[in-house]
């Protein structure tokens, strides 16, 4: 079924928090390490801002479809921002704009040459760069949900839960939209797909790797896809990434964990057992 673009831009709304119970997380904290996990993906949600801004200068801004949803993407991203910085607060935790000020201005001439950098590849390869867009896009975002519910569903925390599940289901339209697009534009188009595939084997690396120290990476990663349940996961974002034409038999998620040297067996991240007051 194809993706209702109309129906998506009409029904788009911040992410709704006002109705949980956040001093919860005061009187049951989250353990350091998956506050340091919520960190990096609050950083990642907020940095939305510049993904958008360097692809305003490739062919995809052209594209009515593609421009109507990445103003909705990127509005939905912020507020997934503005809602685990609200969680993060409750720990003590504070992001604020001067600090994502001071963490784009350490990324110094990467970030800055990122929009040429675009602009003269989605030039130099014309309308087949849309396809790139949309097959990157939907690899991050399969992966993202991945993250967010498997967080949820790691931690335990009913309140967490709750919050992660509703990020969640604003992802899946995410991948429905990135991915709809890339199996349309990768069918019409042996040259895209090549490109495509290129692009994914060699560039390809988790979101938030070109934000983020690569400890911060690394401990994201294997917090939530060390074991055998992770990497189960992710073999699964990596088979949709494969049913996309031209892309069969890329592993391009699985290898980022082999990478990092992220165990395939074990039981992974096993969070304090809670109990109730």
Same mark, same amino acid.
């Given at each position: 079924?194809?993706?209702?673009?109309?129906k %998506?831009?009409?029904? $788009?709304? @911040?992410?709704a928090?006002s109705?949980?119970?956040?001093?919860?997380?005061e /009187?049951d @904290?989250? @353990? +350091?390490?998956t506050?340091?996990?919520?960190r990096?993906?609050?950083?990642?949600?907020?940095?939305?801002?510049c993904y =958008?801004?360097?692809l305003?200068?490739?062919?995809?801004?052209?594209? +009515?479809?593609v421009?109507?949803?990445?103003?909705?993407?990127?509005?939905?991203?912020?507020?997934?921002?503005? &809602?685990?910085?609200?969680?993060l607060?409750k720990?003590?935790?504070?992001?604020?704009?001067?600090?994502?000020?001071?963490?784009?201005?350490?990324?110094?001439?990467?970030?800055?040459?990122? +929009?040429?950098?675009?602009?003269?590849?989605?030039?130099m390869?014309g309308k087949?760069?849309v396809?790139?867009?949309?097959?990157?896009?939907?690899?991050?975002?399969?992966?993202?949900?991945a993250?967010?519910?498997?967080?949820?569903?790691?931690?335990?925390?009913?309140? =967490?839960?709750?919050?992660?599940?509703?990020?969640? &289901?604003q992802?899946?339209k995410?991948? &429905?939209?990135?991915?709809?697009?890339? /199996?349309?534009?990768?069918?019409? $188009?042996r040259?895209?797909?090549?490109?495509?595939?290129f692009?994914?084997d060699?560039f390809w690396?988790?979101?938030?790797?070109?934000?983020s120290?690569? *400890?911060?990476?690394?401990?994201?990663?294997?917090?939530?896809?060390?074991?055998?349940?992770?990497?189960?996961?992710i073999?699964?974002?990596? *088979?949709h990434?494969?049913? =996309?034409?031209?892309?069969?038999?890329?592993?391009?998620?699985?290898?980022? =964990?082999?990478?990092?040297?992220?165990? &395939?067996?074990g039981?992974? %991240?096993?969070p304090?057992?809670?109990?109730?007051?």
């Amino acid at each position: 079924m194809a993706f209702d673009i109309d129906k %998506y831009t009409a029904g $788009s709304k @911040p992410v709704a928090w006002s109705d949980i119970d956040l001093e919860e997380f005061e /009187r049951d @904290p989250l @353990p +350091p390490e998956t506050l340091r996990v919520l960190r990096y993906m609050c950083d990642v949600e907020y940095h939305t801002v510049c993904y =958008l801004r360097d692809l305003l200068t490739t062919p995809s801004y052209n594209e +009515p479809e593609v421009g109507a949803f990445m103003t909705m993407w990127n509005r939905e991203e912020f507020w997934h921002g503005e &809602a685990l910085a609200a969680v993060l607060g409750k720990h003590g935790i504070t992001v604020d704009f001067d600090e994502l000020k001071s963490t784009r201005l350490k990324l110094g001439w990467k970030d800055r040459l990122d +929009p040429i950098k675009q602009s003269l590849l989605g030039g130099m390869v014309g309308k087949d760069f849309v396809a790139v867009h949309m097959a990157w896009g939907a690899v991050n975002e399969w992966s993202a949900n991945a993250a967010y519910l498997r967080m949820a569903k790691l931690e335990q925390h009913e309140t =967490l839960a709750v919050l992660l599940k509703r990020i969640g &289901a604003q992802e899946t339209k995410h991948v &429905a939209f990135y991915a709809s697009q890339a /199996r349309e534009r990768l069918a019409e $188009s042996r040259k895209a797909q090549v490109l495509t595939r290129f692009v994914l084997d060699r560039f390809w690396g988790p979101v938030g790797s070109t934000i983020s120290e690569e *400890s911060e990476v690394k401990h994201v990663m294997g917090h939530l896809f060390a074991g055998e349940e992770g990497r189960k996961l992710i073999q699964d974002v990596d *088979s949709h990434i494969a049913k =996309l034409p031209g892309m069969e038999g890329l592993r391009i998620v699985e290898k980022s =964990l082999d990478k990092r040297g992220i165990a &395939a067996e074990g039981p992974g %991240y096993v969070p304090a057992q809670r109990v109730a007051a």
